[in-house]
């Protein structure tokens, strides 16, 4: 079957492929006619398939027989010699001025797997990052100005898919064109006669993007009757195809609500500052590159939950590749942006915006905070968020602890563990026992699972009488011991002559409360030690909003004693 063009006398020219005619193949034809796509996914390699890229030369060359150029194996680079002699004429590719590859292979060898993957300059072109799943598959992924995954191509079980519209752009910047190549043995275990077919010879069939052999017959070594298919599908390039898919910071603007007119209506404005009135040709009631505009504070609710991706701080909030400010330490349900600042947001990030946003509050400002900063431009601490005074007096406090002491009492967090101090935050609902439930998490892990108990350790007088209450005797070498960090910072301060007995009952509480809520089953009968918990928290009393908040408060307090005091 390598070659069969002795056997033909003509090219059968096809206005369009009728995959009926050729059975046993008629998935193959029918494949092979589509350009190999399916749902918008090229197949661009698997055991019957190898594509290439190739000049316009070479397709004038190829559109008129069915044989393959090049197979994955010969698809390598290689020694170029001159006349064979040892005149090393170059490293590349067979035919290398004409075809060139988007796969590479390697095939299994000793204890090594198969290996397939796409060129580099593709890979590197969309800046696409690969994936090796458990099941073994592996994904090609393109992250866009938000951080968000694309899939672009994958590999699972040996054959090669990619995004038809990436595939289609990339030849034609190339300036080349796609072959894919193919071939395939049908075989059935009836006769022709069964079947109902007639034999076949080997013959060639055309048509503008396809050539194809196929012949069928009787078999004499598998199965009754056999049938073969060999050819080449045919993509061009085509300006058409270039979407600017390797760029995704071409803008998009939404349209937010961005103040009333004198009928207390709502007005709608475009966020592209370009297009909006500045300092200098400002209109009083006019949307202008200023305007504030109002969200509920849900918005952050999204960020919050994928910290990896985003960060949100007093004033600011950052995605992958954009940032703006935002007023966030307000002590009402809004959090507030300018106009021109929705503007540097992704689209896809202005959807999202638009979604919250709230027709402009009777007496609406910015905070003072705010006020100051972005008027005034005076800079200033947090004055009004919970959320936002605790991560602000959490790091104040390790510094002066630091500076009296010679080191932080809290440790920082490990990277897998950062996204707990970033999603700390108020809530924005009453109730919601999972956010709740996240937020004890995450506020033990930063106030109690943080301490530093290997310097607090080193600084404990164990022949302190009160310090000695609280040890217990290690039978292994008979020393003094204390385990747990609140136990260790309780010595400490012992040691020092630290009187703060409201901050250790603070940490006590949490540490009780993330064991009655996260670390262990709730109850659906709380005993008298869980009850009692929650009233020292007021649990039973006011919502977990209120709750959270109160707790952010209880550390302020505590963090702010630290500041000043020690």
Request: charged share 25%.
């Amino acid at each position: 079957m390598k070659d069969i063009k002795h056997m033909i006398n003509t090219i059968n020219e096809l206005e369009c492929v009728d995959s009926s005619q050729f059975p046993l193949c008629e998935f193959w034809v029918d494949l092979a006619s589509k350009m190999f796509i399916e749902d918008d996914w090229i197949t661009l390699y698997n055991n019957r398939v190898f594509a290439i890229m190739a000049s316009d030369d070479a397709v004038k060359k190829e559109m008129k027989n069915d044989s393959w150029i090049v197979n994955s194996s010969m698809m390598r680079p290689a020694f170029q010699y001159d006349d064979g002699t040892t005149n090393v004429n170059g490293l590349d590719y067979p035919n290398s001025n004409e075809v060139f590859p988007i796969v590479i292979t390697q095939e299994e060898k000793g204890y090594y797997t198969e290996r397939v993957r796409l060129i580099d300059t593709f890979v590197l072109f969309y800046d696409l990052r690969s994936v090796e799943r458990l099941n073994g598959i592996i994904e090609y992924y393109q992250l866009d100005e938000n951080g968000d995954d694309i899939l672009v191509a994958y590999v699972n079980k040996g054959s090669l898919k990619i995004k038809a519209s990436y595939i289609k752009e990339f030849i034609t910047i190339k300036d080349l064109n796609l072959i894919i190549q193919f071939d395939a043995g049908q075989y059935s275990n009836k006769s022709l006669e069964e079947l109902k077919f007639s034999p076949k010879p080997y013959s060639i069939y055309k048509t503008n993007n396809l050539i194809f052999s196929y012949f069928i017959n009787k078999s004499s070594d598998c199965g009754k009757t056999c049938s073969f298919i060999r050819g080449k599908s045919f993509i061009l390039h085509d300006k058409a195809f270039i979407k600017r898919l390797w760029d995704y910071h071409g803008k998009k603007f939404e349209e937010f609500i961005a103040g009333k007119d004198e009928n207390e209506r709502p007005i709608y404005s475009t966020c592209d500052e370009k297009n909006l009135k500045h300092l200098g040709n400002f209109e009083y009631g006019k949307p202008w590159q200023m305007s504030l505009v109002f969200f509920r504070r849900e918005v952050l609710q999204k960020y919050y939950s994928d910290t990896t991706k985003y960060n949100i701080q007093d004033g600011y909030i950052s995605g992958l590749d954009w940032s703006c400010h935002i007023d966030n330490d307000r002590d009402d349900e809004y959090v507030v942006m300018v106009l021109k600042d929705l503007g540097k947001m992704p689209y896809k990030e202005q959807q999202h915006w638009k979604e919250y946003n709230v027709a402009y509050p009777k007496f609406a400002s910015l905070s003072n905070t705010t006020w100051l900063r972005w008027i005034a431009g005076n800079p200033c601490d947090t004055q009004n968020a919970p959320d936002l005074i605790f991560k602000d007096y959490y790091k104040k406090a390790n510094k002066a602890w630091k500076e009296k002491y010679g080191f932080e009492l809290y440790l920082s967090l490990a990277r897998g563990d950062e996204h707990f101090f970033n999603e700390l935050h108020s809530m924005n609902e009453l109730n919601n026992d999972s956010t709740f439930d996240s937020f004890v998490l995450a506020i033990t892990k930063v106030t109690i699972d943080s301490l530093n108990e290997k310097e607090l350790d080193k600084q404990i007088d164990y022949n302190n009488p009160n310090v000695k209450t609280q040890c217990t005797q290690n039978p292994t070498n008979n020393k003094q011991t204390i385990s747990g960090g609140i136990k260790k910072l309780t010595a400490f301060m012992e040691t020092k002559n630290i009187e703060n007995k409201d901050f250790i009952e603070l940490l006590n509480k949490v540490q009780a409360l993330r064991s009655s809520t996260v670390a262990h089953r709730k109850s659906t009968h709380p005993n008298k030690k869980d009850a009692n918990l929650m009233k020292w928290f007021k649990l039973d009393i006011y919502p977990c909003q209120d709750v959270v908040n109160d707790i952010f408060q209880r550390f302020i307090t505590q963090f702010k004693w630290i500041s000043e005091n020690i």
